[in-house]
């Protein structure tokens, strides 16, 4: 079962390519997702990995967080699950009163 791996303190310059070349040493990448300004489309400095396996996951954690790559030390750990502030247990929209509203 393949595992997903959050990267923070990348270098905002930092392609798809480079963190997938970076991250093969550890094991089999399956997809490489830097996060990217939706306006600018530069790197917002952090991104997603996920590996083929828990184990290689777990090698990428070992090997590659706190390492030095292209002159910032890498934040590597395992991605939490997406939140869902915005929906109730069901699923659906809560509703957002702004109290300052003039009328």
Known sequence: ???NLYVGNLDYQITDKDLETLFEQAGTVKTVNVIKD???GQ???FGFVEMSTQEEAQNAIDTLNGKTFQGRTLVVNE???KRQDKNDRNGNQ???RNWNVKF
Do not use: C, D
């Open 79 to 81: 991605a939490k699950p």
């Open 38 to 40: 939706q306006y600018s």
């Open 1 to 3: 079962m393949s595992t």
């Open 94 to 96: 809560k509703s957002h």
């Open 43 to 45: 790197s917002r400095g």
